[in-house]
T-cell receptor, first 115, second 112 residues
């Protein structure tokens, strides 16, 4: 089992609220990622980080922001949640390097519903 | 055109059947290849890496054809527990984007 954790697992919240989705991993991985996935649809990369103080936007534009102050922690924040943000958010991490070491380990995800 | 394309599925097969999934990638700079499995409402998990020489893990065989930019996954003697979505994944090193590129996935449903 991968040592990557996400909280909360489920969140139902009203429009306009600020939310932070937590992600932490205990594997010492340098690379961390946030994906957004709607039911039955593909994964979309929204943010990634190659290490502390490194953050980049992914392929899918997102109004969320991320920070990487510690290696093990990669929280995602929405300043003002909207119904269009309703989705599943998956956090992942991997080692830097090539081959099998690039295996991404995923957290269990956070299912966000914005009313 | 998406960078990683897969058979859309769904594939509905009886237990014991042999199933083959195909995947093509458009960027010749892609350097590593994987199959991930995602169960319904769960996170993706690595199934196996894919090597040019082909590799086998029990009932699963993966093949890579770099010249054709084509990846395949063969499942023999399929089990009910194989029902899931299978994601083709390529890694392209360098550039400013995150490395792993996921296909949309092919859904497999194995029936008794």
């Amino acid at each position: 089992e991968a040592d990557i954790y996400q909280t909360p697992r489920y969140l139902v919240i009203g429009t306009g609220k600020k939310i932070t989705l937590e992600c932490s991993q205990t594997m010492g991985h340098d690379k961390m990622y946030w994906y957004q996935q709607d039911p039955g649809m593909e994964l979309h990369l929204i943010h990634y980080s190659y290490g502390v103080n490194s953050t980049e936007k992914g392929d899918l534009s997102s109004e969320s922001t991320v920070s990487r102050i510690r290696t093990e922690h990669f929280p995602l924040t929405l300043e003002s949640a909207r119904p269009s943000h309703t989705s599943q958010y998956l956090c992942a991490s991997s080692d830097l390097g090539t081959g099998r070491r690039n295996e991404q380990f995923f957290g269990p995800g956070t299912r966000l519903t914005v009313l | 055109r998406k960078e990683v394309e897969q058979d859309p599925g769904p594939f509905n097969v009886p237990e014991g059947a042999t199933v083959a999934f195909n995947c093509t990638y458009s960027n010749s700079a892609s350097q590593s290849f994987f199959w991930y499995r995602q169960d319904c409402r769960k996170e993706p998990k690595l199934l196996m890496s894919v090597y040019s020489s082909g590799n086998e893990d029990g009932r699963f065989t993966a093949q890579l054809n770099r010249a054709s930019q084509y990846i395949s996954l063969l499942i023999r003697d399929s089990k009910l527990s194989d029902s899931a979505t299978y994601l083709c994944v390529v890694i392209r090193y360098g550039g400013s984007q995150g490395n792993l590129i996921f296909g949309k996935g092919t859904k497999l449903s194995v029936k008794p």
